[in-house]
């Protein structure tokens, strides 16, 4: 609520040209703030908007301001305003919006950096996509192991302001990672004390091709606030701070969500997706489940005759098949969700099915005893279907009882099969089980009815 | 790979009862990997394990072993041992720990605890659940305006060792804060610098009574490390750590997910919760969309007299259903995820609905003009069905436009409307929509079969 008064008034001094009180208040704001107001500016008032901030302030807001407007900042900068937010920034920031900038930006950049810096950048675009080389900085303290306390103090003064964390320092012994000292490690010690005799030994550290969503997990595990980066012969390249870890976690959740929504995960935001692009993730998954459905399809025609002399039966199929699919997304989402924050292991398949089968049974069975007095109560006597009768609410409640059983088994075993054969277990959430869960309640729906019922 | 090859030989020197040879191993590991392996153990040897811990490791540990585990191991602990890990602990860990146990748990912990540590504990479970001050640890170092740089060192090296964090140190004038400053700008500051010359006076705080998921949200915005926690009169009484902030974001991002899959939320793993309660979780939204369904066997009834006599129109209505809610739920969720990482705003509904506008369409038509081919060669051809016409497969091609259209549309406003009148977006997801796509998809179908089959 504040915080948008604040967007109100200085969206309201920019639009007036009021740019001496506007920058007055700016200058007190935090960069992510001030991104915010960027967002809500008019797009020709940007670069206006920019340079009513002090240098540094507006290097730390252009990290925190979405790829498109930075994409048309960048066109309108000056060769001095690009070098200034070079300097400024962390490379593992510069490399990230150079990912997402067309091929003419990414050149204007490279031709303003030092030739220090660009080698850096392209030695960092050179790790694969995904990897925590893609997304470390090589912007970290590095100590020796022979130095003092006090030794390291003076390098740390010297050097931390440009480095992106300086609360860890990795201590290398001919270029090898051999140990890390804290900065209250560092305090607490006498100043004559050699690094190697207060390092913590035991590092962990990930490989420049782990995969980023690898590390990101690390961080939650051992409650870090950075993780160095170890090329294949454990010399230090760069370190992974947790504020990127933490986007990689998003990132991850999303395609995640994504996955279990039947769609191809897309690393771009809604409105950077065009109308073709969205269509390509979401076509794939439509039409395979289109197909598949042919299977229901034939059961029904197998029972066509049955069918047209009791077609109240006919009446309960979307019933049947929305409860099914419902109760086995239920099941397959929480084992899922459960394998991906770790609660849950391959190895627990046993207890997971003996829950799921006592859960099924009381859903189950809850669902049927509802749908009964339903059936009877509103389906015959409010909207006086006669067709309705006992035996048919039986028969219905009957399938529901199998239904849910089927759902809630097959949605919790697929998640844990998909990943003991490798396979995300995302992909294994409502729409394919749906699938699944549609034939075999079908099937079970008109044998029970053919069963019950003189057809 | 290589960490469980750690777990195996440890639990197999366990159950051999070597212990000179384990303890020797576990000195050298990370209090979380040391928790991995109370994972595996027997349930027995728990309380053996831990013993064969340092001292100091032992607590540690504790912090990350599972509640299950955490529970037994008190309550087979002799008094020091408790006292000893309540030493260790940070006081939010603490917390955590206490809210999990059982009311016979608790008071075994209260009582070890000394006088302070009690009053401490009693303030923080005093906030209400999910609130700042329930995630907050009270242990951070604050500095006094007028302290100089050297001042501040002294200070810091005497109680640094038992605060969760020194990186950041708060600045207070009268128990109010004031101002933050960082190792780094004290590092590199001369010592007799007053602090009220470097310190940064934009400080972003939180209320003890926010709510954790908008302070984790701060956290990804502001890529801080710690969130200084004030009360009503602008007094600081805690911090919240990124580590914890983290978590927060884990268990909210599973809440979503949950109510995405028609789920209750719930705050327990998987095997902690009962039978009964899973069943509690699951059963409303189940109940309740079965009940839901009524409209769509009301739809069916009503055009029963035409369906007699033209069964084959009954073998594809689960394809359409499954079909129309695959679509919705992709546009839902895509929009749900999109107001939960900020990348969609209610105000940019227009803009959404004439995108998914253009993709339904672009959508429809692919997967009608796939299904007109599938029936034709598949359904009549293959499985030598003479009743699926070139009529029927045109009439159930265009209903799946329909259904899509009207799933996508329906898909992408929902949770934005959610949003707008105060409600959370995820409970508007596959189920919900599914239901509402069904009976639209329903009467489009019997409707362009009305109009285009003489029956």
Chains 1, 2 share one sequence.
Not at 15 to 25: D, G, M, S
Not at 42 to 71: C, G, H, M, V, W
């Amino acid at each position: 609520m504040e915080r948008q008064t604040v967007y109100d008034i200085t969206i309201k001094l920019l639009e007036a040209r009021k740019f001496q009180e506007l920058k007055a208040i700016l200058q007190e704001m935090n960069p992510a703030d001030i991104a915010g107001i960027f967002e809500e500016a008019e797009e020709k008032d940007i670069l206006l908007l920019y340079r009513l901030l002090p240098k540094e302030l507006a290097s730390e807001t252009f990290a925190y301001i979405d790829s498109e407007q930075q994409e048309k900042l960048i066109m309108a900068f000056s060769d001095k305003e690009i070098r200034d937010v070079l300097d400024e920034l962390f490379l593992d920031d510069t490399v990230a919006i150079i990912e997402e900038m067309p091929a003419n930006v990414v050149s204007r950049i490279l031709r303003n950096a030092d030739s220090e810096t660009r080698d850096k950048i392209n030695e960092l675009l050179h790790y694969p996509k995904d990897s925590a080389g893609s997304i470390m900085t090589p912007e970290y303290v590095y100590l020796d192991k022979g130095m003092t306390v006090k030794q390291s103090f003076e390098k740390i003064r010297k050097v931390g302001v440009v480095k992106e964390t300086i609360y860890t320092c990795y201590v290398t012994e001919q270029r090898k990672l051999v140990g890390v000292v804290s900065i209250l490690d560092l305090l607490t010690a006498d100043p004559e004390t050699h690094i190697a005799d207060i390092m913590e030994t035991n590092v962990i550290s990930v490989g420049t091709h782990e995969d980023k969503e690898t590390v990101a997990a690390l961080f939650s595990k051992y409650d870090m606030l950075a993780i160095p980066v170890v090329d294949g012969e454990n010399r230090i390249v760069g370190i992974v701070t947790v504020d990127d870890a933490i986007d990689v976690m998003q990132e991850e959740t999303t395609e995640d969500i994504e996955k279990m929504a039947a769609l191809v995960p897309s690393d771009k935001p809604y409105f950077r997706t065009g109308i073709f692009e969205t269509f390509k993730k979401r076509i794939p998954w439509l039409m395979l489940l289109m197909i598949s459905a042919t299977f229901t399809g034939i059961i029904i025609t197998s029972f066509e005759e049955k069918l047209s002399s009791m077609v109240v039966l006919t009446a309960f199929i979307p019933m049947l098949m929305d409860t099914g699919g419902n109760a086995g997304s239920q099941a397959s989402v929480t084992v899922i969700r459960g394998l991906s924050v770790g609660d849950i292991r391959i190895k627990d398949i046993f207890r997971i099915l003996w829950k799921e089968f006592r859960v099924s049974i009381l859903c189950g069975v809850a669902l049927a005893a509802a749908n009964i007095v339903k059936m009877l109560l509103v389906d015959r006597l409010l909207l006086n279907n006669s067709d309705v009768t006992a035996t048919v609410a039986v028969v219905v409640s009957l399938t529901l009882v199998v239904a849910v059983f089927a759902a809630k088994l097959i949605g919790c075993t697929l998640p844990i099969l998909a990943k003991k054969i490798g396979f995300d277990p995302a992909v294994m959430a409502s729409p394919f089980i749906t699938t699944l869960v549609d034939a075999l309640s079908l099937i079970a729906y008109f044998q029970i009815a053919s069963a019950f019922l003189i057809v």
